[in-house]
C-alpha cells in the first residue's frame, strides 16, 4: 500500500469513500446554489426564442432572475469564507531541526520504513497526546501561524509546513520526551507518522480541508453581522457529520495497520507508560502547578517535573515497581539539543492554555525553579490565605484573639455577625493584619513589627483567632458558614480583579484562554478548611520549626524535622465541620505550636 494509494480496510467502508460521500455534500450544496441561476438562464432562453411570450412569463423571469442574483450573490460570499476563514490550530511549541536534529532523523527514519511521507515539521504541546496536524490552509500562510518558542503571541515566517500540499505538521506530547525512552517513543509514534499516508490522498484532503472550512465559518458567524453564516455552516456539518467521523476512524485504522510492522511489541508495553504519563501530569498540573500560577509564578521546568512526581509515583505504588529500572535507559528528551530551554517554552504554554496567563514572562508573571518552589510559592500561598482568612474576620468584626481560658463557646455566630463589611476590631494588633475586603491584597506584616498586646491579650492576626470564631459545641455550624461565605466572595472578587476575563473572554479560536481551565469549583466550606489549614502552617512554621515543603503529586505540603505531617487535614475538618478544635488543639499542642503567638503575613 502506497502512501497516496488506495485505503482498504477489512469489514467497513473504506477511508477513500467516506471521503466521496463528504464531498458530495459540498456538491449538493453547490447544486442548490446553481439551481436557481440554471432557472434563470432556461426562462431566459426560452423568452427569447419565443416560445415563453405573453403574461405572466416576463414578471415570472424577472423574478427568478432576481433571486438568482440574490442566490448567488449570498452563496458566493458564504463559500468564500468558507474558503478563507482560518482553521483553528493548536497552540504549540515548534521545534526546528536544528533544535532537534536526531528526533527528525527518528520521525523519518520510522516514515521510511513505513512508506510514508515524512511529517513537515514537528511541534510540542504540553499535553500527553500526540497527533498530525494540517497547516497548508492560505491563512496560515498570510498570518504566520506558527508559534515562536518564546511565547504564544508571538509569530514567524511561515515555514515549509504552511507551503500548498506540504505534509502534516507532528505534534508530541512533551511529557512523552521527558518521561518515555527513545524506543518507547519510536514505538508510540508510528501510528502517528503513519498517518501522513492517508492524509497525501487527494480525496482525503478535500474532504478534511471542506470539514475544517465549515467548522471555521462557523465561529465567523459568531462575529458581528455575520451570524446569517452560522446556520448552513451547522447545516452542512450536520450532513457530513458520519461521514467525515467514519473517514476518520478508516484513516486511523488504515495507519494502525500500516504501523503494526514497527516496534508492535514494545508498543504494547509503550502504552503503558503513556497512561502512567497522563496520570503523573494531570496530578502535576492540578497539585503543583495550579497554586503557583495562582500566585503569578510560573514552574520553568513542568517536564522534568513530571518525571520527578512519576518516580514518586512508581515508589509509592506496587503496580509500578517495575517502570523504576527503565529510568536508566537513555530518556527521548536526549533528542533534543537544548532540553531546558524546551521545557521552560512548553511550561509557559501550559500556563497560558490552562491558566490563562500572559504569553510573555514579566514582573507579574515570572518563573520559578523547583528548589525554589517552597519557599516561593508555598510558603506565600499559605500566607496570602491566611491574610484573606483575618481580613475576612476583621470584615466580621472578630476581635483579634481572646485571653487564654476563655470558653470557646462564645464564639459569634452567623445571626450575631454583621453581614455587611465592617472596620476591623479596635484592637491596634488586628489593624494591620490584613487589607479590607475588596481590596487587591493582603496587607503586609511582619512579626517583629508586632505592637504590644492589646487588652483581650493578644496582638496581630492568631491562629487562636480563628480557633475562637470557629469553635461551635453546639455542631450548628453558623459561624463557619458566615466566614466562609466572606472568603468565598473575597476570593471571587481577586480572581475577577487578577483574572483574564478582561481580554481573553473577548477572543476567539486559540487565542481564547485559558482553553483547558483547571479550576473546578470549590465549595465556600473547602475554601474555609484550606485557609484555615493555611494559618495552621504558617503558625507552625513561625512557632515550632516547621518548614513549607513540596510533594510531587500532592503540591504544597508542611514539613515538620523534615518529615510530611499528612494527619493535619482531619483535624481541620473537624474544626470547620463540627466546630471541634481539640483534636486541632492537640495536634498544635504535641507540636510545640503556640496558637496565641501572631503570624507573619505576606
Known amino acids: 500500500m502506497s502512501g497516496t494509494g488506495s485505503i482498504l480496510e477489512a469489514g467497513v467502508p473504506s477511508a477513500r469513500s467516506r471521503a466521496l460521500a463528504v464531498l458530495r455534500v459540498r456538491s449538493r450544496a453547490l447544486a442548490v446554489g446553481l439551481l436557481p441561476a440554471a432557472l434563470a438562464v432556461v426562462l431566459v432562453a426560452a423568452r427569447a426564442t419565443g416560445r415563453l411570450a405573453g403574461d405572466p412569463w416576463p414578471t415570472v423571469t424577472l423574478v427568478v432572475c432576481a433571486v438568482a442574483a440574490l442566490v448567488l450573490l449570498v452563496g458566493g460570499a458564504f463559500a468564500a469564507v468558507v474558503l478563507r476563514a482560518s482553521p483553528a ?7 526546528s531541526e536544528a ?14 520504513r513505513m512508506d510514508v511521507p515524512p511529517p513537515s515539521a514537528i511541534a510540542l504541546t504540553p499535553d500527553c497526546d500526540s497527533w498530525l496536524e494540517d497547516r497548508t490552509h492560505a491563512a496560515h500562510r498570510r498570518g504566520g501561524a506558527r508559534m515562536a518558542a518564546g511565547g504564544a503571541g508571538r509569530t514567524s515566517e511561515p515555514g515549509p509546513e504552511s507551503a500548498p500540499g506540504a505534509a502534516p505538521v507532528l505534534v508530541i506530547g512533551s511529557p512523552f520526551l521527558w518521561w518515555m525512552r527513545v524506543a518507547e517513543l519510536r514505538a508510540v509514534l508510528a501510528p502517528v507518522v ?3 499516508g492517508p492524509s497525501a490522498h487527494p480525496d482525503i484532503a478535500d474532504a478534511r480541508g471542506f470539514v475544517r472550512g465549515l467548522d471555521a465559518a462557523v465561529d465567523v458567524g459568531s462575529r458581528r453581522g455575520l451570524g446569517w453564516i452560522a446556520p448552513p455552516a ?3 456539518l450536520r450532513l457530513c457529520r458520519t461521514d467525515a467521523a467514519e473517514m476518520e476512524r478508516g484513516v486511523a485504522a488504515a495507519a494502525s495497520e ?7 511489541g514494545l508498543r504494547i508495553v509503550a502504552q503503558e507508560q503513556v497512561g502512567l ?14 497554586p503557583a500560577w495562582r500566585m503569578g509564578r510560573w514552574p520553568a521546568h513542568l517536564d522534568a517535573g513530571v518525571v520527578s512526581a512519576l518516580t514518586e509515583l512508581s515508589r509509592r505504588d506496587r503496580l509500578a515497581e517495575g517502570f523504576t529500572p527503565r529510568l536508566g535507559e537513555r530518556p527521548a528528551c ?8 524546551i521545557d521552560e517554552a512548553t511550561s509557559l504554554l501550559a500556563a497560558r492554555l490552562f491558566h490563562g496567563g500572559p504569553a510573555e514572562a514579566g514582573p507579574d508573571w515570572s518563573p520559578v525553579d523547583w528548589t525554589a518552589y517552597p519557599e516561593e510559592v508555598v510558603d506565600r500561598k499559605w500566607r496570602t490565605e491566611a491574610a484573606r482568612l483575618h481580613a475576612a474576620l476583621d470584615a466580621l468584626a472578630v476581635p483579634a484573639g481572646r485571653p487564654p481560658g476563655t470558653s470557646g463557646s462564645t464564639a459569634p455566630t452567623a445571626s450575631t455577625a454583621p453581614t455587611a463589611p465592617a472596620a476591623p476590631a479596635a484592637s491596634s494588633g488586628s489593624a494591620g493584619s490584613a487589607a479590607l475586603p475588596g481590596s487587591s491584597g493582603p496587607t503586609t506584616l511582619a512579626a517583629a513589627d508586632s505592637p504590644p498586646p492589646t487588652a483581650d491579650g493578644f496582638a496581630g492576626p492568631t491562629l487562636e483567632r480563628v480557633l475562637g470564631y470557629l469553635t461551635d459545641l453546639g455542631g450548628e455550624g453558623a459561624a463557619g458558614e458566615a466566614l466562609a461565605g466572606r472568603i468565598s466572595g473575597e476570593l471571587a472578587r481577586e480572581e475577577r480583579a487578577a483574572g483574564p476575563a478582561g481580554g481573553a473572554a473577548k477572543a476567539r479560536g486559540a487565542d481564547a484562554v485559558p482553553l483547558f481551565p483547571l479550576q473546578p469549583p470549590r465549595s465556600g466550606r473547602d475554601l474555609l478548611a484550606d485557609h484555615v489549614t493555611a494559618m495552621v502552617c504558617c503558625a507552625a512554621v513561625d512557632s515550632a520549626g516547621a518548614a513549607p515543603g513540596l510533594d510531587w503529586l500532592d503540591g504544597p505540603v508542611l514539613l515538620v524535622g523534615g518529615d510530611r ?15 471541634n478544635p481539640e483534636p486541632l488543639r492537640d495536634w498544635l499542642s504535641a507540636l510545640g505550636v503556640r496558637p496565641e503567638k501572631p503570624v507573619r503575613l505576606v
Do not use: M
Not at 490550530?89 to 521545534?95: D, S
Not at 503523573?280 to 492540578?286: A, N, P, V, Y
Not at 536526549?334 to 530551554?341: A, K, R, T, V, Y
Not at 505531617?565 to 466546630?579: F, H, I, Q, T, Y
Open 334 to 341: 536526549d533528542l533534543l539539543e537544548q532540553p531546558g530551554l
Open 89 to 95: 490550530v493548536t497552540p504549540t511549541v515548534p521545534l
Open 194 to 196: 503513519a498517518g501522513t
Open 277 to 290: 504519563a497522563y496520570a503523573g501530569w494531570d496530578r502535576l498540573l492540578t497539585r503543583v502547578a495550579l
Open 258 to 264: 500500516r504501523a503494526q510492522g514497527v516496534d508492535y
Open 565 to 579: 505531617r499528612s494527619d493535619l487535614a482531619p483535624r481541620v475538618l473537624c474544626l470547620v465541620e463540627e466546630g
Open 99 to 112: 533544535a532537534a536534529p536526531d528526533l527528525y532523523r527518528l520521525v523519518r527514519d520510522l516514515a521510511d
Open 234 to 236: 451547522r447545516l452542512l
